[in-house]
């Protein structure tokens, strides 16, 4: 190093030293860590196998009940993102079982959260004084601040996936939390299926409603869901990345289900070949239906019934499916995105 520049590098660092004192940090030190030119995501793609990971959360009905726990639930913790309890940079994802005869106790949170139903057909979820049975496929949402409670009449585990925005809700530190009274049960003013039928139906409230920050409608059946893609199959071009790729929305606004986060459904027919993709909001995926593999760069990611995976923020990939039709589900801060106006996409055209 030249005189000139030692000396310059001296005077730097005992400046640094200086307004370090006074909680002053130089930009110009920093600044290439804070502006990327694209974006670069500590997340790293993973899969989670059923079949493997099922005996973990069933043995933890073993060793712990959801009186001790409050919520059973193994945390599917990125590993780019140790000790964080988050599956991408703004997400918690998380496997919750709920056993024959147990409940898991009325509580609300500014968090907003949404589950994924993977097996049994006897638990339900109440939210905000209205209950509905979880069978397999559903996607249900908890809005910010909704009373929840869960329960299992049946005689078989029931096991979902959970989804909340508890980094971005850390993030802006918002987060709030309270539990009913202890042991009681929220009332149930109105029907199960009420939901559905006043703003699913192609019908809405002519007055005394507002759209509230997520969507009336906390329980979108899968039965539903499954028979309005199967009738889209055949009707209409395929996107060459997605296939019939589809959203789940407020029927108030059109708008993502959520406030925060966006979920979505997709049918990849069978011997699809998707094409290369990439978009900023980091995605997880669960397969619902078939089996097939989605490629990034030199891995691939072989997924089947139940699998969950992750796809990181502006990492090209592509989905393709086997030889019979694959369903997936997905949801990531999409919503959030795209009210910031941040959120953008890459088709790749080989
Ligand atoms: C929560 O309320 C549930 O209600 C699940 O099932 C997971 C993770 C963190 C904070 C609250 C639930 C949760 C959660």
Not at 4 to 31: C, D, G, H
Not at 168 to 176: C, E, N, R
Not at 297 to 306: L, M
Request: overall charge negative.
């Amino acid at each position: 190093m030249s005189e000139e520049n030692t000396s310059k590098k001296i005077a730097r660092t005992n400046f640094y030293e200086q307004i370090e004192k006074k909680s002053l940090t130089p930009l110009w030190e920093v600044m290439q860590n804070l502006v990327l030119p694209e974006p670069k995501s500590p997340c790293i793609p993973k899969i989670w196998k059923y079949d493997d990971i099922r005996k973990d959360i069933l043995e933890a009905g073993d060793i712990i009940s959801t009186e001790e726990a409050e919520r059973r639930v193994l945390i599917l913790e990125n590993p780019g993102l140790l000790g964080t309890s988050r599956i991408t940079r703004s997400l918690y994802a998380g496997m919750q079982l709920i056993l024959p005869g147990e409940t898991a106790r009325n509580h609300r949170h500014t968090q907003t959260a949404l589950r994924f139903v993977l097996e049994g057909s006897s638990a339900y979820t109440t939210v905000e004084g209205e209950k509905t049975t979880m069978h397999r496929g559903d996607f249900i949402i908890t809005p910010p601040w909704g009373w929840h409670e869960h329960g299992n009449n049946g005689d078989q585990p029931t096991i979902w996936l959970d989804g909340l925005d508890i980094p971005i809700v850390q993030f802006l530190d918002t987060s709030f939390a309270e539990h009913y009274d202890k042991n009681v049960e929220q009332p149930l003013p109105k029907p199960e299926g009420d939901a559905i039928a006043r703003y699913g139906s192609g019908l809405a409230p002519i007055d005394n409603f507002s759209a509230s920050a997520a969507s009336p409608i906390f329980n979108y059946p899968y039965s539903t869901t499954r028979e309005a893609l199967e009738k889209m199959k055949g009707n209409g071009e395929l996107d060459v990345c997605h296939g019939l790729k589809m959203k789940y929305t407020n029927p108030l606004t059109g708008d993502y289900a959520m406030p925060t986060m966006a979920a979505f459904i997709q049918l990849l027919p069978s011997g699809f070949t998707g094409k290369k993709y990439c978009s900023t909001d980091s995605t997880v995926f669960v397969c619902v239906e078939g089996e097939g593999k989605t490629t990034l760069g030199d891995t691939e990611i072989h997924w089947t019934e139940n699998d969950t995976f992750v796809i990181p923020s502006w990492v090209p990939h592509s989905h393709n499916s086997s030889n019979i039709d694959a369903v997936l589900f997905s949801f990531s801060d999409r919503a959030i995105q795209q009210k910031c106006g941040l959120w953008r996409e890459k088709r790749y055209s080989n």
